[in-house]
Nanobody
């Protein structure tokens, strides 16, 4: 099973940018879908974006499309989430996860999860 570790979270002002990283070990990410999810305090976990390996096949939640970009590099076994034009409502604990289901939006279809990295956007 693949192990995932997120990094790159922090405190940023509204309108700012952050880049989150998801580093994998144990298995190559080739063939996996890697997704980013987030969970705000008191809310359910929600899908943010997904990528199939390091391909151009990606999927985004409507709330982040045009502001966030997901990318990957199989040689580095890492997936990134570039977040721009951040809003206070983007504040959440961000998780990356791996799934064999292509570009799934459903958290239950992801079998490996990282521990999360906190993103806080101040107004």
């Amino acid at each position: 099973q693949v192990q995932l570790v997120e990094s790159g979270g922090g405190l940023v002002q509204a309108g700012g940018s952050l880049r989150l990283s998801c580093a994998a070990s144990g298995r190559t990410l080739g063939g996996y879908t890697v997704g980013w999810f987030r969970q705000a305090l008191g809310k359910e976990r929600e899908f943010v974006a997904a990528i199939l390996g390091n391909s151009v096949n990606t999927r985004y939640a409507a709330s982040v499309k045009g502001r966030f970009t997901i990318s990957g590099d199989i040689t580095k076994n890492t997936v990134w989430l570039q977040m721009s034009s951040l809003k206070p409502e983007d504040t959440a604990l961000y998780f990356c996860a791996a799934s064999w289901r292509m570009l799934s939006r459903i958290s239950d279809e992801y079998t490996s999860w990282g521990q999360g990295t906190q993103v806080t956007v101040s107004s």
